[in-house]
T-cell receptor, first 114, second 114 residues
Framework: GNSVTQMEGPVTLSEEAFLTINCTYT??????LFWYVQYPGEGLQLLLK?????DKGSNKGFEATYRKETTSFHLEKGSVQVSDSAVYFC?????????????FGKGTKLSVKP | IAGITQAPTSQILAAGRRMTLRCTQD?????MYWYRQDLGLGLRLIHY???????GKGEVPDGYSVSRANTDDFPLTLASAVPSQTSVYFC?????????????FGAGTRLSVL
């Protein structure tokens, strides 16, 4: 079945450090891929997405490239800020499935220290 | 536009009691979802509805029921709560294929069953 595996946290970085959060997926069809972010005490909100191979999603300085050959969608940011502290979820939506819901990774908690 | 509204924001419930978590969206989205979020497990789908009048079971449906009488409302009912249902519950909705089927989340309901 479809699944998403992302690196376990927590991840602790200093401000202005480079961030990578790894995400790999298994899917039977041609999924769309997403990164969602959850700030403390809030619901999830979409950070970025990519709908086909080699697409690059970007938002707020974060980027992720849909790599079909490695079934990966790693999240990167060149210089993190304290305000980026949150939990990040990788997710996929397989349009070939009957439910149409998202399948989430377990989440990676990021803490950025000043 | 409010988006998705969940109520209550938090609740402490005695085991064996009945509880309904409310979810309302004002985006006229066809699809709605209920997830539970547990530490180390990420988000897991409880039930979903692709359109008003239809519902389906997700990954962890036991002990929960839903109804979808109209487009806007998607309540989740625990008929007889048990401590293992202590969790944070998120309602989400998604719109049209042209929007990339992005899911929008409510702020969550934190439920403690004692």
């Amino acid at each position: 079945g479809n699944s998403v595996t992302q690196m376990e946290g927590p991840v602790t970085l200093s401000e202005e450090a480079f961030l990578t959060i790894n995400c790999t997926y298994t899917a039977t069809g041609y999924p769309s891929l997403f990164w969602y972010v959850q700030y403390p005490g809030e619901g999830l909100q979409l950070l970025l997405k990519a709908t086909k191979a080699d697409d690059k999603g970007s938002n707020k300085g974060f980027e992720a490239t849909y790599r079909k050959e490695t079934t990966s969608f790693h999240l990167e940011k060149g210089s993190v800020q304290v305000s980026d502290s949150a939990v990040y979820f990788c997710a996929l939506k397989d349009y070939g499935g009957s439910q149409g819901n998202l399948i989430f990774g377990k989440g990676t908690k990021l803490s950025v220290k000043p | 536009i409010a988006g998705i509204t969940q109520a209550p924001t938090s609740q402490i419930l005695a085991a064996g009691r009945r509880m309904t978590l409310r979810c309302t969206q004002d985006m006229r989205h066809n699809a709605m979802y209920w997830y539970r979020q547990d530490l180390g497990l990420g988000l897991r789908l409880i039930h979903y509805s692709n359109t008003a009048g239809t519902t389906g079971k997700g990954e962890v449906p036991d002990g929960y029921s839903v109804s979808r009488a109209n487009t806007d409302d998607f309540p989740l009912t625990l008929a007889s709560a048990v401590p293992s249902q202590t969790s944070v519950y998120f309602c989400a909705s998604s719109g049209h294929a042209g929007e990339g089927n992005i899911q929008y989340f409510g702020a969550g309901t934190r439920l403690s069953v004692l």
